[in-house]
Protein backbone atom coordinates (compact mmCIF):
# COMPACT_ATOMS: atom_id res chain seq x y z
CA UNK A 1 0.00 0.00 0.00
CA UNK A 2 1.03 3.59 -0.83
CA UNK A 3 3.13 6.04 1.69
CA UNK A 4 4.06 9.08 2.72
CA UNK A 5 7.12 8.63 3.36
CA UNK A 6 9.04 11.14 5.76
CA UNK A 7 12.45 11.22 7.53
CA UNK A 8 14.25 11.33 10.18
CA UNK A 9 11.95 9.68 12.54
CA UNK A 10 13.65 12.05 14.98
CA UNK A 11 15.65 14.65 15.57
CA UNK A 12 17.51 16.34 18.79
CA UNK A 13 18.41 20.17 17.93
CA UNK A 14 20.44 22.69 19.89
CA UNK A 15 19.01 25.94 19.50
CA UNK A 16 19.59 28.70 16.70
CA UNK A 17 20.81 25.32 14.86
CA UNK A 18 19.02 24.76 11.43
CA UNK A 19 17.09 21.44 10.91
CA UNK A 20 15.51 19.91 7.78
CA UNK A 21 12.75 17.51 7.54
CA UNK A 22 11.80 15.38 3.76
CA UNK A 23 8.88 14.07 2.85
CA UNK A 24 7.47 11.69 -0.33
CA UNK A 25 4.22 12.01 -0.71
CA UNK A 26 2.09 9.20 -2.71
CA UNK A 27 2.51 9.14 -5.99
CA UNK A 28 0.45 10.94 -8.49
CA UNK A 29 -1.24 13.42 -5.57
CA UNK A 30 -0.62 16.64 -6.48
CA UNK A 31 -1.20 18.61 -3.17
CA UNK A 32 1.26 18.41 -0.31
CA UNK A 33 0.80 19.66 3.22
CA UNK A 34 3.38 20.44 6.28
CA UNK A 35 1.26 20.54 9.61
CA UNK A 36 2.86 21.12 12.85
CA UNK A 37 1.45 19.57 16.12
CA UNK A 38 2.41 20.55 19.44
CA UNK A 39 1.89 17.62 22.22
CA UNK A 40 -1.68 17.61 23.42
CA UNK A 41 -3.19 19.63 20.41
CA UNK A 42 -4.52 18.94 17.10
CA UNK A 43 -2.07 19.30 13.07
CA UNK A 44 -1.97 22.88 12.13
CA UNK A 45 -1.17 23.67 9.04
CA UNK A 46 2.39 25.59 7.89
CA UNK A 47 2.26 25.18 4.24
CA UNK A 48 0.35 23.58 0.92
CA UNK A 49 1.85 22.90 -1.98
CA UNK A 50 -0.08 22.20 -5.52
CA UNK A 51 2.79 20.49 -7.48
CA UNK A 52 5.58 22.87 -7.00
CA UNK A 53 3.51 26.37 -6.15
CA UNK A 54 2.90 27.01 -2.57
CA UNK A 55 -1.00 27.92 -2.30
CA UNK A 56 -1.19 28.91 1.47
CA UNK A 57 1.78 29.64 3.81
CA UNK A 58 -0.01 31.96 5.63
CA UNK A 59 0.75 30.12 9.02
CA UNK A 60 4.37 29.49 8.32
CA UNK A 61 6.77 31.52 10.65
CA UNK A 62 8.90 32.79 7.23
CA UNK A 63 11.45 34.65 9.15
CA UNK A 64 12.82 31.31 10.16
CA UNK A 65 10.83 28.63 8.38
CA UNK A 66 11.02 27.69 4.73
CA UNK A 67 9.57 25.08 2.31
CA UNK A 68 9.87 23.81 -1.33
CA UNK A 69 8.50 21.77 -3.90
CA UNK A 70 11.22 22.59 -6.60
CA UNK A 71 10.00 18.96 -8.37
CA UNK A 72 6.84 18.99 -7.62
CA UNK A 73 7.00 15.23 -6.11
CA UNK A 74 9.21 15.34 -2.56
CA UNK A 75 9.52 18.38 -0.01
CA UNK A 76 11.80 19.84 1.87
CA UNK A 77 10.98 21.93 5.25
CA UNK A 78 13.42 23.88 7.31
CA UNK A 79 13.70 25.46 10.22
CA UNK A 80 16.55 28.07 10.56
CA UNK A 81 17.66 28.61 13.58
CA UNK A 82 15.18 26.87 15.57
CA UNK A 83 14.10 27.46 19.12
CA UNK A 84 13.19 26.23 21.77
CA UNK A 85 9.12 26.62 20.97
CA UNK A 86 9.55 24.86 18.10
CA UNK A 87 9.61 21.37 19.58
CA UNK A 88 6.49 19.36 18.36
CA UNK A 89 6.03 16.59 15.89
CA UNK A 90 5.84 17.76 11.68
CA UNK A 91 3.56 15.94 9.88
CA UNK A 92 3.22 15.55 6.44
CA UNK A 93 0.38 14.66 4.14
CA UNK A 94 -0.62 14.17 0.62
CA UNK A 95 -3.73 14.15 -1.63
CA UNK A 96 -5.00 14.01 -5.07
CA UNK A 97 -6.35 17.53 -5.26
CA UNK A 98 -8.17 20.42 -3.99
CA UNK A 99 -11.12 21.02 -5.16
CA UNK A 100 -13.57 18.81 -4.15
CA UNK A 101 -15.31 18.26 -0.10
CA UNK A 102 -13.95 14.19 -0.39
CA UNK A 103 -9.83 15.07 -0.18
CA UNK A 104 -9.20 12.60 2.21
CA UNK A 105 -5.35 13.59 3.20
CA UNK A 106 -2.92 10.49 3.83
CA UNK A 107 -0.40 11.14 6.45
CA UNK A 108 3.18 10.11 6.98
CA UNK A 109 4.29 8.73 10.54
CA UNK A 110 5.80 12.29 11.01
CA UNK A 111 9.25 13.78 12.74
CA UNK A 112 9.57 14.26 16.39
CA UNK A 113 11.62 17.15 17.10
CA UNK A 114 13.15 18.42 20.12
CA UNK A 115 14.79 21.41 20.41
CA UNK A 116 17.29 21.63 23.60
CA UNK B 1 -14.11 30.52 9.91
CA UNK B 2 -14.27 26.63 10.20
CA UNK B 3 -13.91 25.40 14.14
CA UNK B 4 -14.11 21.92 15.59
CA UNK B 5 -14.69 20.79 19.26
CA UNK B 6 -14.33 17.92 20.89
CA UNK B 7 -15.60 18.11 24.60
CA UNK B 8 -14.06 15.00 25.72
CA UNK B 9 -9.98 14.90 26.35
CA UNK B 10 -10.38 11.48 27.90
CA UNK B 11 -12.36 8.55 27.12
CA UNK B 12 -12.44 5.12 29.04
CA UNK B 13 -14.56 1.94 27.39
CA UNK B 14 -14.41 -1.55 28.08
CA UNK B 15 -13.17 -4.25 25.62
CA UNK B 16 -15.58 -5.24 23.23
CA UNK B 17 -18.11 -2.40 24.48
CA UNK B 18 -19.01 0.68 21.56
CA UNK B 19 -17.84 4.07 22.17
CA UNK B 20 -19.25 7.69 20.84
CA UNK B 21 -16.53 10.20 20.31
CA UNK B 22 -18.25 13.77 20.01
CA UNK B 23 -17.39 15.93 17.55
CA UNK B 24 -19.29 19.73 16.89
CA UNK B 25 -18.32 22.48 13.96
CA UNK B 26 -19.17 25.21 12.93
CA UNK B 27 -18.96 26.51 9.43
CA UNK B 28 -20.57 28.96 7.08
CA UNK B 29 -19.88 26.65 4.27
CA UNK B 30 -22.99 24.99 2.36
CA UNK B 31 -20.97 22.06 1.25
CA UNK B 32 -18.21 20.73 3.33
CA UNK B 33 -16.51 17.13 4.17
CA UNK B 34 -15.96 15.47 7.81
CA UNK B 35 -13.40 13.11 8.82
CA UNK B 36 -12.22 11.21 11.69
CA UNK B 37 -8.67 10.17 12.13
CA UNK B 38 -6.56 7.58 14.54
CA UNK B 39 -3.42 9.17 15.84
CA UNK B 40 -1.90 5.64 17.92
CA UNK B 41 1.16 6.81 20.43
CA UNK B 42 3.75 5.92 17.53
CA UNK B 43 2.37 9.35 15.63
CA UNK B 44 0.98 8.87 12.19
CA UNK B 45 -2.33 9.85 11.39
CA UNK B 46 -4.68 7.27 10.44
CA UNK B 47 -8.08 8.15 7.89
CA UNK B 48 -11.05 6.17 9.25
CA UNK B 49 -14.22 7.57 7.72
CA UNK B 50 -15.73 10.74 5.60
CA UNK B 51 -19.22 12.13 6.28
CA UNK B 52 -20.29 14.65 2.79
CA UNK B 53 -22.78 17.45 3.92
CA UNK B 54 -25.18 16.16 1.30
CA UNK B 55 -24.69 12.56 2.13
CA UNK B 56 -28.29 11.37 3.12
CA UNK B 57 -27.01 8.16 4.85
CA UNK B 58 -24.45 8.42 7.79
CA UNK B 59 -20.97 6.72 7.14
CA UNK B 60 -19.77 3.49 7.86
CA UNK B 61 -16.56 1.47 7.34
CA UNK B 62 -16.03 -1.59 9.34
CA UNK B 63 -16.68 -0.86 13.15
CA UNK B 64 -16.42 2.69 12.78
CA UNK B 65 -19.84 4.72 12.12
CA UNK B 66 -20.67 8.72 11.84
CA UNK B 67 -23.25 10.11 13.59
CA UNK B 68 -24.12 13.25 11.69
CA UNK B 69 -26.57 15.20 12.95
CA UNK B 70 -26.18 18.04 10.10
CA UNK B 71 -29.41 20.44 12.02
CA UNK B 72 -27.14 20.19 15.09
CA UNK B 73 -23.35 20.49 13.28
CA UNK B 74 -22.22 17.07 15.02
CA UNK B 75 -20.34 14.43 13.68
CA UNK B 76 -19.66 11.84 16.51
CA UNK B 77 -17.93 8.78 15.50
CA UNK B 78 -18.85 5.31 16.87
CA UNK B 79 -16.91 2.21 17.75
CA UNK B 80 -18.61 -0.52 17.84
CA UNK B 81 -16.68 -3.65 20.10
CA UNK B 82 -13.95 -1.86 21.17
CA UNK B 83 -10.48 -3.72 20.32
CA UNK B 84 -7.61 -2.86 22.84
CA UNK B 85 -5.78 -1.85 19.95
CA UNK B 86 -8.49 1.05 19.48
CA UNK B 87 -6.57 3.25 22.22
CA UNK B 88 -5.35 6.21 20.91
CA UNK B 89 -6.34 9.75 19.92
CA UNK B 90 -9.12 10.21 18.01
CA UNK B 91 -9.41 13.49 15.84
CA UNK B 92 -12.25 15.04 14.08
CA UNK B 93 -11.82 17.30 10.86
CA UNK B 94 -13.46 19.30 8.69
CA UNK B 95 -12.75 21.31 5.03
CA UNK B 96 -14.92 22.82 3.08
CA UNK B 97 -15.08 22.86 -1.05
CA UNK B 98 -13.43 25.78 -2.16
CA UNK B 99 -9.66 24.87 -3.69
CA UNK B 100 -8.08 26.30 -0.72
CA UNK B 101 -9.85 25.60 1.90
CA UNK B 102 -7.96 23.49 4.41
CA UNK B 103 -8.21 21.24 6.91
CA UNK B 104 -9.25 22.21 10.38
CA UNK B 105 -8.67 19.64 13.33
CA UNK B 106 -10.10 19.65 16.46
CA UNK B 107 -8.06 19.57 19.61
CA UNK B 108 -8.67 15.34 19.97
CA UNK B 109 -10.09 12.79 22.00
CA UNK B 110 -7.86 10.36 24.03
CA UNK B 111 -9.43 6.87 24.32
CA UNK B 112 -8.50 4.15 26.53
CA UNK B 113 -9.61 1.10 26.21
CA UNK B 114 -9.50 -1.62 29.77
CA UNK B 115 -9.19 -5.08 29.39
Known amino acids: EAEVAQSPRYKITEKSQAVAFWCDPI?????LYWYRQILGQGPELLVQ????????DSQLPKDRFSAERLKGVDSTLKIQPAELGDSAMYLC??????????????FGAGTRLSVL | AQKITQTQPGMFVQEKEAVTLDCTYD???????LFWYKQPSSGEMIFLIYQGSYDEQNATEGRYSLNFQKARKSANLVISASQLGDSAMYFC????????????FGPGTRLSVLP
Open chain 2, 93 to 104: AMRGLRERQNFV
Open chain 1, 27 to 31: SGHAT
Open chain 1, 93 to 106: ASSLAPGREKNIQY
Open chain 2, 27 to 33: TSDQSYG
Open chain 1, 49 to 56: FQDESVVD
